[in-house]
C-alpha cells in the first residue's frame, strides 16, 4: 500500500507497506484488572496505517507545542488521544491529517488520506442532511445517479434515515454530528480522524452517540484516532489510549484495553481505568506546575 510522508527536512525516510484495510489488530495484552491492562513490550506486529516517528511541532519562533511523539496506529485500531487542554491533541490531529506539516520528525499516512470531524459539524445550512452527504459523495467522484441511494444509506448507518430530508437548523447538535459523521463516512478514507466530536454535546446525547461510534467502527472497520481532553470518554470508548503531557506535549503513558466489548461510560473497568489514567494525568499536571 502506498502511503503519502510529511517530514521535516533533515528527517530520514523510511516505508509503510502491506497494511490491509479493514484488519483487526489482535488484542496482545491479557487483562490485568477488570479487563483493562497498561500496555507492556513493543506494539502489535501489525505494519501501521498511520506512523508517527519522532515528531517535534513549533509554531514560528514559540516554544515547542510537541515533542518527540512517535506512535504507530495498526489499521482499524480505535486509538483515543487524551490531555488537558493546549497540550497540542488538534496539533497532532491537523499534522496527521496533513493540514500541517512538522517542525521535526516523519508522519505516514495511507495515500487515500483521512476524514476529520471535528467539534462543530460545519454543515452547509442551506442543504438537507442527504444533500450535505451527497455533496461528500460528489467531491469523491460518486456518480449522481448513485449520490442519493448511498447517502441514505449513510444516513441510516448513523441511525439517521427519517431525518434525511431536513435542514441542520432542524436537527439537534446530536443529530447534527450524526450527519458529519455520516459525510466523513461518505468520504471513505481509512483513516477518521475525530476532535473533541462530542464535546459540545450534553452526556445522555454524548453515552448514544458513544453507542453510534463504536458500531459503525465496528462495521466499517475504520481506524479511528479521536481525541479529547475527557478522560471518561477515552476510557469507554479507546481500544487504546495514549495519555499526553503539556508543554511540550509529548507522549506519557499509554493503556491498551483487552475487552472493548459491552462498555458502557458506567461501566465499573471504564471506571476503574479513568481513576488510573486521572491520577497519571493529576502527575502531569503537577509536574508541570511545579
Ligand atoms: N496556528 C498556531 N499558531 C500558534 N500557536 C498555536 C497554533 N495552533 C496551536 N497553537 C498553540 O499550540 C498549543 C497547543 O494547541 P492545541 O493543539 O490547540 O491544543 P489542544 O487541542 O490540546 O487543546 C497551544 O499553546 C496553542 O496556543
Ligand atoms: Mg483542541
Known amino acids: 500500500m502506498s502511503s503519502s510522508a510529511r517530514r521535516a527536512s533533515g528527517a530520514a525516510p523510511s516505508e509503510i507497506d502491506g497494511a490491509a484495510p479493514g484488519a483487526r489488530v489482535p488484542n496482545l495484552l491479557g487483562p490485568s484488572f477488570d479487563s483493562v491492562a497498561p500496555v507492556r513490550g513493543p506494539a502489535p506486529s501489525v505494519d501501521p496505517v498511520v506512523r508517527i516517528e519522532h515528531v517535534g511541532k513549533r509554531f514560528g519562533d514559540g516554544p515547542l ?69 451527497e455533496l461528500a459523495l460528489r467531491l469523491r467522484g460518486v456518480p449522481r445517479s448513485e449520490r442519493r441511494d448511498k447517502a441514505l444509506v449513510l444516513l441510516a448507518t448513523v441511525n439517521l434515515a427519517d431525518a434525511a ?21 461518505a468520504q471513505d478514507r481509512p483513516v477518521l480522524l475525530m476532535d473533541e466530536p462530542f464535546a459540545a454535546l450534553d452526556a445522555i446525547t454524548r453515552d448514544l452517540l458513544h453507542e453510534e461510534l463504536e458500531r459503525v467502527w465496528r462495521a466499517t472497520g475504520r481506524t479511528i484516532v479521536f481525541v479529547t481532553h475527557n478522560v471518561r470518554e477515552a476510557a469507554r470508548l479507546g481500544q487504546r489510549v495514549v495519555l499526553l503531557g503539556s508543554r511540550p506535549g509529548r507522549v506519557v503513558q499509554e493503556w491498551r484495553i483487552a475487552k472493548t466489548t459491552g462498555r458502557r461510560i458506567e461501566s465499573p473497568e471504564v471506571a476503574a481505568l479513568s481513576v488510573e489514567i486521572t491520577d497519571q494525568l493529576r502527575k502531569e499536571i503537577r509536574r508541570n506546575a511545579a
Open 165 to 185: 430530508e431536513k435542514r441542520p437548523h432542524e436537527l439537534s447538535g446530536g443529530m447534527r454530528q450524526r450527519v458529519a459523521l455520516a459525510r466523513a463516512l
Open 65 to 133: 507545542v510537541l515533542d518527540d511523539i512517535s506512535l504507530d496506529i495498526a489499521p482499524g485500531e480505535f486509538v483515543c488521544l487524551l490531555g488537558a487542554s493546549g497540550c497540542g491533541k488538534s496539533t497532532l490531529l491537523n499534522l496527521i491529517a496533513g493540514l500541517d506539516r512538522p517542525t521535526a520528525g516523519v508522519i505516514q499516512t495511507p495515500s487515500a488520506g483521512s476524514a476529520v470531524m471535528f467539534q462543530e459539524s460545519a454543515l452547509m445550512p442551506w442543504l438537507t442532511a442527504r444533500r450535505n452527504v
